[in-house]
């Protein structure tokens, strides 16, 4: 189950002018410096190094490990690139309140080398190309997973956006034989659905058989006690996303999202004090 984050890893890594710089900010600042860095290389003819960072299969399986990492680093301009960081701005920030910055980081590390992966899997039976995927649908699919009521666009809830969106893709994929793509797609999504599923305790993963169980004391009273003001603090958290489910994140204020994260925290020392 989720424990939520501590109250250093739920900070702003920097202020700028009095605005909080968050991780899911910095992310978004490296994509659109790689893209700058992409548009200046392509106007000015110079794009041999293109070739040295991109996902080429066979080369990978010949030992050039590096463009797993490297892939996503060759981003031309595109109006779907700039919608992508809008992504990563507006549901990413959500998700890294969720989980905390280092859980944040590693669910975008994650989603980043899924597709590598698959396409070098792949490539053991024929060659496959990959450049410049961002992880940004998957990052929307975790937010409509952790608050499915969140209305969007024309008054659609996330879910079932979500659920369309994964639906159009798909038959797009279908329809253009881009069995590769759509099976990226597929698996980044199912897996930023299990990550949050997972993070909000709807399953734990199999204990590894080296892994020592983790001993925690417990100080005084009995263990099934109620902790105090637990009443309260979900009433709390439960007017707070009722207010959510229906008008949005973006409804809150700024004393309400700062309550919101008390109360998880609170919740947070409770369950670790059990």
Not at 87 to 114: D, N, P, S, V, W
Not at 171 to 185: E, F, K, N
Not at 230 to 258: C, F, H, N
Request: one cysteine or more; charged letters at 20%; proline letters at 5%.
């Amino acid at each position: 189950m989720n424990e939520y984050s501590s109250a250093d890893d739920n900070l702003p890594v920097a202020w700028i002018r009095g605005y909080p710089l968050y991780v899911a900010h910095v992310v978004v600042i490296g994509f659109v410096a790689s893209m700058l860095a992409t548009a200046v290389s392509m106007a000015l003819g110079a794009t041999a190094w293109f070739s040295w960072i991109t996902l080429e299969s066979p080369l990978v399986l010949r030992g050039e490990a590096w463009r797993i990492a490297t892939y996503g680093l060759v981003n031309p301009p595109s109006l779907w690139f700039a919608f992508d960081m809008v992504m990563i701005m507006m549901f990413g920030r959500e998700i890294e309140r969720f989980f905390g910055r280092r859980k944040f980081l590693a669910l975008c590390g994650c989603l980043y080398l899924i597709p590598p992966i698959l396409y070098t899997a792949v490539g053991l039976w024929f060659p496959t190309h990959l450049q410049g995927e961002t992880g940004a649908f998957a990052l929307f699919i975790a937010f409509a997973t952790l608050y499915p009521d969140a209305v969007m666009l024309f008054g659609i809830l996330a879910k079932w956006a979500a659920v369309m969106l994964v639906g159009l893709f798909s038959v797009m994929a279908l329809a253009y034989r881009d069995w590769l793509g759509g099976a990226s797609l597929l698996a980044s999504s199912a897996f930023a659905f299990a990550a949050v599923r997972h993070e909000r305790g709807a399953f734990e993963l199999p204990r590894m058989p080296w892994r020592r169980p983790r001993l925690r004391v417990i100080q005084g009273g009995r263990t099934d006690d109620p902790p105090p003001r637990e009443a309260g603090i979900m009433e709390e958290v439960d007017a707070l996303l009722d207010k959510i489910a229906k008008s949005g994140i973006s409804s809150l204020t700024k004393d309400e999202r700062e309550r919101l994260d008390s109360a998880r925290k609170r919740l947070a020392e409770r369950d670790r004090g059990r």
